[in-house]
């Protein structure tokens, strides 16, 4: 509010509200529909077994990449293995995984890539939190310009087995 002085004394000044809201709006708007939400984590093909595995007439020479994750028994993570190659027991282990797929599949986007699968066999009483690493570093990985940057898309699960 201002007020101006006039001979009489000093009158009020009404601030227009309508056209300030307005504009506010407007703005709200736009900055809504400009904003652009980047998310780091991809869409995962997962197929999780529903049943004994059945038989299928998919060509045989697209065999499944496999990773075996051992557990202790708190639920640790004992081991990880590459197509029966030890990887180790710590966070070192998941970017030796990450280098070994990208090892068997040459270079990101390669076409063959589509018909590649990766089969995660992990103990039953494996905290999840280490699976889900195992997929993060099957998957791909982030560049350093915060890209992502896709290896392999489908992920399977071997039959679970049962606790010891």
Same mark, same amino acid.
């Given at each position: 509010?201002?007020?101006?002085?006039?001979?009489?004394?000093?009158?009020?000044?009404?601030? *227009?509200?309508?056209?300030?809201? /307005? %504009?506010? !709006?407007?703005? =709200?708007?736009?900055?809504? &529909?400009?904003?652009?939400?980047?998310?780091?984590?991809?869409?995962?093909?997962?197929?999780?077994?529903?049943?004994?595995?059945?038989?299928?007439?998919?060509?045989?020479?697209?065999?499944?990449?496999?990773?075996?994750?051992?557990?202790?028994?708190?639920?640790?993570?004992?081991?990880?293995?590459?197509?029966? *190659?030890?990887?180790?027991?710590? /966070? %070192?282990? !998941?970017?030796? =995984?990450?280098?070994?797929? &990208?090892?068997?599949?040459?270079?990101?986007?390669?076409?063959?890539?589509?018909?590649?699968?990766?089969?995660?066999?992990?103990?039953?009483?494996?905290?999840?939190?280490?699976?889900?690493?195992?997929?993060?570093?099957?998957?791909?990985?982030?560049?350093?310009?915060?890209?992502?940057?896709?290896?392999?898309?489908?992920?399977?699960?071997?039959?679970?087995?049962?606790?010891?």
């Amino acid at each position: 509010m201002r007020f101006s002085k006039q001979r009489s004394g000093y009158r009020r000044i009404e601030a *227009q509200m309508a056209p300030m809201i /307005d %504009v506010v !709006f407007l703005l =709200l708007i736009f900055f809504m &529909l400009t904003l652009k939400v980047v998310s780091s984590e991809g869409d995962f093909s997962i197929n999780m077994p529903i049943g004994a595995p059945a038989p299928s007439n998919e060509d045989i020479q697209t065999l499944p990449i496999k990773v075996r994750l051992t557990a202790d028994e708190n639920g640790q993570l004992a081991g990880v293995s590459l197509n029966n *190659q030890q990887l180790g027991n710590t /966070d %070192v282990a !998941f970017e030796r =995984l990450n280098t070994g797929i &990208l090892r068997v599949i040459g270079k990101p986007g390669n076409p063959l890539t589509s018909d590649m699968e990766v089969e995660i066999d992990a103990d039953f009483g494996l905290h999840y939190r280490y699976t889900v690493q195992a997929i993060s570093a099957c998957t791909g990985k982030v560049n350093s310009k915060g890209q992502p940057v896709k290896y392999i898309e489908k992920i399977k699960f071997s039959q679970p087995r049962k606790a010891e």
